[in-house]
């Protein structure tokens, strides 16, 4: 509309301009004889009158000026201004009503398709608002489950508390051992909150690691140790090379992941089921694995990603004491240290949790690239 516009404008100032010329020039014929051809007439310019005729001139042309493309290009350029406040206002009006709902705790809904049509930066103003609402809305939601799991974890030592309190009253003869059961579920109590804690630091980018070189054959040897002195009937298979494997790392922080891992292999595999645990070290790729096998049920496929969310269980699992903080703990620490974690059910059966880690050599290499 504004180049229909333009253009039409510029046509008729050029034919104003051409009839200003004409204007100021004038026709002036030769002297001839008759028997004799007559020489061109010259195009003289009026120098006496070219005073007046252009004041005249410009009264004349103003008022020969067409009325119609005047009336036209005012009134597109009224349209086309009133478009071009249009396409500013609405988007930023859009987006101030949903900034004011997400300020008032209402998160709305997408604003984003109402604004797109432009394809311009309003446009993607209005994706980045909606990737916002949208994470922030997730965090909401996260926030709110975690909260209810934890008050539901809460409420069961604290119900085994008040009833060993309660035996202790109807009968102090059975003070010792209701004291010490108010001692176990005060100890599960303080672990599953400490846990909890680690995990909100690790999510919040508040922890921050105080890194050592870490020798995984000494520590897997040791959690290992542990867990049979612990559990004289468990059967593991300890696989490790005979190079010393180095990472750098926090060392109590690997531990408590590595020992969630084992720990629960042993917990959910049959009891006459065996633990297999083998450490590689690739010198090629400068990684570390760690793989967990158990011969249990594993979990359902679609349970695979999720077990390493907080408070969420295998739905196999659920008959087995536990809080569902392990497998999220070992996930936050792995990749706080640069790994990542991976969980897969075995054919024909049988569950493993594999832990990739960088070693020491390979994070170095990778350091000058940041």
């Given at each position: ?5 333009t253009v039409i404008t510029v ?7 051409l ?5 100021h ?16 007439a010259?195009?003289?310019?009026d120098e006496t009158?070219l005073?007046t ?12 000026f ?11 350029s009224a349209?086309?201004?009133?478009i ?12 101030l009503?949903h900034?004011?709902?997400?300020a ?18 309003f ?9 916002m ?5 997730n965090?909401i ?6 909260l209810?799991?934890?008050?539901h974890?809460?409420?069961s030592?604290l119900a085994?508390?008040?009833m060993a309190?309660g ?11 209701s004291?010490?059961?108010?001692e ?17 630091r690790?999510?919040?980018g508040?922890?921050k690691?105080?890194?050592t ?5 000494g ?12 559990k004289h009937?468990?059967?593991v298979?300890?696989?490790m ?7 750098e ?21 049959p ?10 070290h ?7 694995t ?23 269980r ?5 008959q087995?004491?536990?809080?569902g ?5 070992t996930k936050?620490?792995v990749?706080?240290?640069?790994g990542?974690v991976k ?9 493993m949790?594999r ?9 170095l290499?990778?350091?000058?690239k940041?």
């Amino acid at each position: 509309m504004a180049l229909i516009s333009t253009v039409i404008t510029v046509g008729n100032i050029v034919q104003w301009e051409l009839n200003q010329k004409a204007l100021h020039h004038r026709e002036v014929q030769q002297p001839c004889l008759p028997t004799a051809s007559c020489p061109p007439a010259v195009i003289e310019q009026d120098e006496t009158s070219l005073g007046t005729w252009r004041v005249l001139n410009y009264a004349q042309l103003s008022l020969n000026f067409p009325i119609s493309a005047l009336l036209f290009c005012l009134i597109a350029s009224a349209v086309f201004a009133g478009i071009l406040a249009w396409s500013i206002s609405h988007p930023v009006k859009l987006l101030l009503e949903h900034l004011k709902s997400a300020a008032n705790g209402e998160l709305p809904g997408v604003v984003s398709p109402k604004i797109t049509a432009s394809h311009d930066e309003f446009s993607e103003l209005a994706e980045a608002f909606d990737l916002m609402t949208s994470r922030i809305d997730n965090m909401i939601k996260s926030q709110s489950k975690m909260l209810h799991h934890v008050s539901h974890e809460l409420r069961s030592p604290l119900a085994r508390i008040q009833m060993a309190v309660g035996l202790v009253m109807q009968n102090p003869k059975k003070m010792q051992s209701s004291l010490q059961r108010v001692e176990l579920e005060a100890v599960r109590m303080e672990r599953m909150i400490a846990e909890l804690l680690e995990i909100f630091r690790f999510e919040s980018g508040m922890h921050k690691l105080q890194k050592t070189e870490v020798d995984l054959k000494g520590l897997l040897t040791g959690i290992v140790g542990d867990v049979l002195f612990e559990k004289h009937e468990a059967k593991v298979r300890l696989d490790m090379p005979e190079d010393d494997v180095v990472v750098e790392g926090q060392l109590e922080l690997l531990q408590r992941a590595i020992d969630n891992v084992i720990r629960n292999a042993v917990k959910y595999g049959p009891e006459e089921g065996i633990v297999s645990i083998e450490l590689q070290h690739s010198a090629r790729t400068g990684e570390v694995t760690l793989e967990v096998r158990d011969q249990g049920a594993g979990v359902d496929p679609q349970e695979l990603e999720q077990i390493f969310r907080p408070f969420v269980r295998g739905r196999r699992a659920s008959q087995v004491d536990g809080h569902g903080i392990g497998l999220a703990m070992t996930k936050h620490i792995v990749e706080a240290h640069g790994g990542f974690v991976k969980a897969a059910n075995l054919n024909p059966y049988g569950f493993m949790i594999r832990i990739h880690l960088p070693t020491r050599q390979a994070r170095l290499t990778q350091e000058p690239k940041k």
